[in-house]
């Protein structure tokens, strides 16, 4: 919190008390608990989820002080989801008028996004390797994608590696921004909600307020990197060559979704809502790059769009960018093992003598990440319908509560109707502030961490 501090400090704002008090209350938990001893110094599954888990909640709350302090947020529902919103890189908010909200308050919002990003306990890890044997669960635990690896021997060393490409990219999309006639400090929020892949803007109307081509083009290019899995960059900065993007299926697929998906909506605008295709590219693009990256970033109210397009958008909610990357949701690597996995089925049927072997490229697929991609994708569904359920008791119409859920459980962000892109989640009750919170949470840390705690067994010796 100290960078928004000295912000302001700066911009000489009320809101110095709020960040030092909110500063003093971790430091003093920080200590109470560093002090606690523990009996052994290992950490397993069971300990790596819960550190996890714990972990996030309490930053998180922590995190809100801020906004409660400030007044900006004073009810604790409304300040404890801006916050789980942006760890969680979702980008739902609550604030109906976001350009009155004082800098050092949209500094800290946006930057809980870069942090959530990459992860708060990897950023631990990164610079704290002393937390001991086996903090490889806590990397694992974290991680989003059924497959976790180190890039190298030491897992503090692979946290230093993604973190300093996450920085690289971070410095380059600022400059970039900043060339092009964005002021510094919307160019360094803007650019904290493309890399943590989050969506929280300083304008009411998101990127769209600028109606600049130049930037949306900038932030497009940006979303999309940030959805590849980020163990791509280091390999290809280690070994000097894009070879190993062309040869990683994933990204093949991820392309290949982004594509279809905007040449289908832009056919589907041109003449309905944009009279020019260049025009109904320029929204189609940006949007399904938003969306597909659950980013959440907006140039325009595609709420109003034509049903087909309403509905494609939402779909892809469900579908996420690449595993590894900052991105929420499935992930394209589930999507396309299911697929081919159905795709075995049928053939089975056909050739129930045949035996073959799920392949990503020419790797096969060990039955045991199959069966856990399986059940992950029945746990998701039916976390879905009844979070769903759930949140239509509370007086919200069916497209607005399934497009709420498909956007806090798949950390994208804007949804439909009530929960559209020009609207907020401030009309929804506290009760729904919290279901979409716990969703953002279990969306953001693959459902398991969390729900794992919630199991008896988990507590058993």
């Not at 809101?15 to 971790?26: G, H, Q, R």
């Not at 919002?109 to 610079?127: E, K």
């Not at 899995?229 to 993007?245: D, G, P, R, T």
């Not at 905007?262 to 295709?277: D, E, H, W, Y």
Request: aromatic share 14%; charged share 10%.
């Amino acid at each position: 919190m100290l960078p928004s501090v000295f912000l302001a400090f700066y911009y000489q704002e009320s809101t110095i008390s709020a960040f030092l008090y909110a500063i003093i209350i971790a430091v003093f938990f920080g200590l109470l608990f560093y002090s606690l001893k523990v009996k052994e110094n290992i950490i397993r599954y069971k300990e790596g989820f819960a550190i996890v888990t714990f972990g996030w909640i309490a930053v998180s709350l922590i995190g809100a002080l801020p906004f409660i302090f400030s007044g900006v947020l004073p009810s604790f529902a409304d300040a404890f989801f801006e916050t789980v919103s942006g760890f969680t890189t979702t980008g739902a908010t609550v604030i109906t008028n976001v350009e009155i909200v004082p800098y050092s308050l949209l500094f800290w919002r946006s930057f809980t996004h870069w942090l959530g990003g990459m992860g708060i306990l990897v950023l631990a890890l990164a610079i704290s390797p002393a937390l001991g044997v086996g903090t490889f669960q806590i990397l694992r635990a974290e991680s989003p994608g059924p497959i976790s690896t180190k890039l190298t021997p030491k897992l503090s060393n692979t946290a230093k590696i993604l973190y300093t490409t996450y920085l690289i990219i971070t410095l380059i999309e600022i400059i970039l921004l900043n060339l092009g006639g964005m002021p510094l400090f919307d160019s360094v929020v803007n650019t904290f909600g493309t890399l943590g892949t989050g969506g929280f803007s300083i304008k009411n109307a998101s990127i769209g307020a600028y109606n600049n081509v130049y930037f949306e083009l900038v932030i497009t290019i940006f979303m999309l990197l940030s959805g590849v899995n980020f163990s791509l960059y280091y390999l290809a900065f280690k070994q000097k060559s894009l070879w190993h993007f062309w040869q990683d299926k994933e990204f093949k697929v991820y392309l290949g979704i982004v594509a279809v998906y905007i040449l289908v909506i832009t056919l589907n605008l041109c003449g309905s809502v944009f009279n020019s295709f260049w025009e109904s590219l320029r929204h189609a693009s940006f949007q399904v790059v938003s969306i597909i990256t659950t980013t959440g970033y907006a140039t325009t109210n595609f709420d109003l769009w034509p049903d087909l397009s309403r509905m494609l958008l939402l779909s892809l909610m469900f579908i996420g960018a690449c595993a590894g990357s900052t991105a929420g949701s499935m992930k394209v690597i589930r999507i396309y093992l299911i697929f081919k996995y159905v795709q075995r089925e049928i053939s089975s049927l056909i050739h129930p003598r045949a035996v073959r072997a799920v392949k990503i490229g020419e790797q096969s697929v060990q039955e045991t990440v199959l069966s856990s991609v399986v059940a992950f994708a029945m746990l998701y569904f039916l976390l879905f319908i009844a979070a769903t359920l759930l949140i239509l008791t509370q007086g919200l119409d069916i497209i607005s509560a399934i497009s709420a859920v498909a956007c806090t459980l798949g950390n994208v962000g804007p949804g439909l109707n009530t929960v559209g892109p020009a609207q907020t989640f401030a009309p929804v009750s506290d009760f729904a502030k919290y279901i979409f919170s716990l969703c953002m949470l279990m969306g953001r840390l693959e459902l398991y961490t969390v729900i794992s705690l919630l199991s008896p067994r988990f507590w058993q010796k």
